[in-house]
Nanobody, 127 residues
Framework: QVQLVESGGGLVQAGGSLRLSCAAA????????MAWFRQAPGKEREIVAA????????YYPDSVKGRFTISRDNAKNTVYLQMNSLRPEDTAVYYC????????????????????WGQGTQVTVSS
């Protein structure tokens, strides 16, 4: 079992930055692939970043590439999402997700591949 708790959301003006954190409870964090998803009102949940269990590889969709950075600290059981140059269209509830994976150099990009989810944190970007 992996329990995930997100923090760091809030209200920010367009062009600003936020850093989200996701703390994982459990002794197997180093064997998990992690990701951030988001869901805006009336839209499906979509991936915004994923990271392999050792920190590589990483994945970003074109919508956030160059603006968002995912990282992890396995010693602290925490994954981060640094979001820069935020836009109003980034407004959404952001979710942390995890799945166990014992191999290397792999990231999962589909929602169905993750079986542990946090409760979500709201990010609102004003124009």
């Amino acid at each position: 079992q992996v329990q995930l708790v997100e923090s760091g959301g809030g209200l920010v003006q367009a062009g600003g930055s936020l850093r989200l954190s996701c703390a994982a409870a459990g002794r197997t964090f180093g064997s998990t692939i992690m990701a951030w998803f988001r869901q805006a009102p009336g839209k499906e949940r979509e991936i915004v970043a994923a990271i392999g269990r050792t920190g590589l590889p990483t994945y970003y969709p074109d919508s956030v590439k160059g603006r968002f950075t995912i990282s992890r600290d396995n010693a602290k059981n925490t994954v981060y999402l640094q979001m820069n140059s935020l836009r109003p269209e980034d407004t959404a509830v952001y979710y942390c997700a995890a799945r166990h994976y014992s191999g290397s150099l792999y990231v999962a990009v589909k929602e169905s591949e993750y079986n542990y989810w946090g409760q979500g944190t709201q990010v609102t970007v004003s124009s």
